[in-house]
């Protein structure tokens, strides 16, 4: 008997060729997917490429078909349309009508007509467009929020109470600080409004909106200003005080701190903010300061032939000058918006004072041998008037506050006075030391209206005085019209002397001539 089995050929069979059959139908279909897609696409750009700066078909603004149209075609549609829309308003028992622009709502014609026509968006975009002729361009629409809100606060009649806010004043009677309470009014919410332009404003179309005319409150309440007057009271309430480089203590009253806060509303409006007058914190703190520096005295001593000192006519005192006020102001200003206690110190250098050399005068031993070498030197007579009429030396003013005089010097020779004059009188004494001239006027109205109102009786206002010079802060010498004797106390302070001695040395002085006030 023959067995005979069947093996399949090598290589495969008509099985092997069943599965190659689909795989070469898949790799055909991509291939003619593939010519196509770029066919059609070739063909969507070259059928955009005919719109170029035109609307591609499908385009559509505010539901109007604009393909084929240029964008100043669009434009002017975009604009016609935003103009005609009109917005109804009904706020209380009134009907408004508003236009788009009276809303504060910009219509950009020209930005919408450039999106309509853009090309050159991508391909699937081109493609879309094309295949599907729908492209949809929204108007380009901006909405001013801050102008919507005023439109409906001005929504309230007249005749309606409008809210008072709350205030915050210092009682200038009761020396203390007051709310004044604020009241509610008639008003609207302008978010109401605010909301339905910006919902409703890109479709250019009109709309209506209800907007509510109502009770409202002050933006800022009276338990807002009550809340600050307590921070006031708080800030206060807190030692303040600067120790003076003399060892004495400049206290910073709560009087004088009042005087420097105020308040106000911030910027939002909706809440009160209080506030330091820094020029004013920096003056004082400087006036503390000057009151705390101590100029030099410069020394004048009488020396003989040899140089030894016989007398010394005007002691020398070393000066301080503070050094860090500006320092001290910066803390106190920071200090004022706080409420912790504040302490600081003037700190101070020391200002070395000069000593004047000055021939003592000479004795009688010594007059009386000059006097025969002149009689025996037919020269020495002429060189010694020669001498005498010009002294040669600084100038400088001696006032001698103990013998109520004023005597012009240059270098020891005394060329003018002693003349009779009026000093300070008692609480107002005129100050000793060394000082030069700084400030000089022909004439000057004169008056202390910045310490005593009119009607004290320590108030003074004089008009025209003539020739005044200053050498230290308000201490002058001036003419003094008004007085018919001198040599004795009784000025406020500067040196009264009779006109034309006043004029006399106006004319000889000037600015930076030294001035010397001893006792």
Known sequence: MTNVTDTAPLGGGPSTGGRRGPRRMVLIIVAILAVLAVVLTGGALAYAKQFDGRALPGTTVLGQDVAGKTPEEIAALVAAQGEDVTIDITAGDQQVQASLADLGVTVDAEATASAAVDTDASVPTVIASTWSGERPVAPVVEVDDAKV???????????????????????????????????????????????????????????????????????????????????????????MAIKGADGETHEVSAERRSSWLSVAPDESGSALAISVDEDAVREWVAARADQDNVKPVDGIEQVDEDGEVVKVVTEKKVGLEVTNTDAVADGLIAAMTGTTPFEAAFESKKLEPEVQKVDAPKTEEQKKAEEEKKANDPNSSEKTEEKKAKPTGEKWIDVDLTNKTVTAYVGDTPVWGPRSMVDGKPGNETPTGTYEIYLRYDRQDMTNAAYYPEGHPKYYYTPDVPWVQYFHHGYGFHGAPWRSSFGYSGSHGCINMPVSDAKWLYDWASLGTKVVVHR
């Open 149 to 239: 809100a005023a439109f409906a606060k001005g929504l309230v009649p007249e005749d309606r109470t409008q809210p008072v806010d709350a205030e915050v004043t210092f009682d200038e009677d009761a020396k203390e600080w007051k709310a004044v309470p604020g009241r509610d009014g008639q008003g609207v919410d302008p978010q109401t409004l605010v909301d339905a332009v910006n919902q409703n404003a890109a479709s250019l179309t009109g709309f209506t909106v209800e907007q509510p005319i109502e009770q409202i409150a002050p933006s800022i309440t009276t338990e807002d200003a009550e809340t600050t007057v307590g921070e006031i009271g708080k800030i206060l309430e807190q030692p």
